[in-house]
C-alpha cells in the first residue's frame, strides 16, 4: 500500500524525464546543456499548472520588470496608468485645445509635447447647494463626455 499523507495533499511535480549521457544510468553524469533548457518553458506556458522561473539572470531581471506595476511612483501615492478608451482620448485631445474654444480667455501652453499624457485621472465635479442659481448645469445641458458638453453648447457654436 502506499502512504498516505500525514496532514494536507501531497503533490509531485511531473517533470519531463532527462535523456542520459552516453547509455549510462540517470545519476552518472551532469546532464548536457541542451536538455537542461528543454526543462523550462517560456512565460506562457506552465509546467503542471506551476511557472519555472528562468535560470538566466537576465531574463529574470526582465521578467521581473515586466511584472512590476505602472505607477507614477511613492510621490504621486503609486496612481496607475489608466487604459485609455477612444472617449478618453477625445477628451484629452479637447483639453489640449482649449485655448481655440474661448477667445477671450488664453492658456499657458501645456508643452510642446502633442502626445496624450500617460498619468491622469478623471474625478467628477460635485457642486455645493450655494451655487445651485449661479453656475451649476441643468440635466438637459449635462452630457456624458466633454466633447459632448462642448458640441451641444450654443455659445460656442455662434462663435465658431
Do not use: C
Not at 17 to 23: A, E, N, Q, V
Not at 116 to 123: H, S
Amino acid at each position: 500500500m502506499a502512504e498516505a499523507a500525514p496532514i494536507g495533499l501531497s503533490w509531485a511535480p511531473k517533470l519531463p524525464s532527462l535523456p542520459t549521457t552516453s547509455g549510462g544510468t540517470k545519476g552518472s553524469g551532469p546532464i548536457p546543456r541542451s536538455s537542461q533548457e528543454s526543462l523550462y518553458k517560456p512565460g506562457s506556458q506552465l509546467v503542471d499548472g506551476l511557472f519555472v522561473p528562468p535560470r538566466d539572470p537576465r531574463k529574470a531581471n526582465k521578467l521581473a520588470r515586466k511584472n512590476v506595476k505602472d505607477t507614477t511612483g511613492k510621490g504621486w501615492f503609486d496612481m496607475p496608468a489608466p487604459t485609455i478608451t477612444p472617449e478618453l482620448k477625445k477628451d484629452l485631445e479637447i483639453l489640449q485645445l482649449r485655448h481655440v474654444m474661448d477667445p477671450k480667455r488664453h492658456f499657458k501652453r501645456s508643452g510642446k509635447s502633442k502626445a496624450l499624457p500617460k498619468y491622469f485621472q478623471v474625478g467628477t465635479v460635485i457642486e455645493p447647494a450655494s451655487e445651485f442659481f449661479s453656475s451649476r448645469l441643468t440635466k438637459r445641458e449635462r452630457k456624458t463626455t466633454l466633447v459632448d458638453e462642448l458640441l451641444s453648447d450654443q455659445q460656442l457654436k455662434n462663435y465658431r
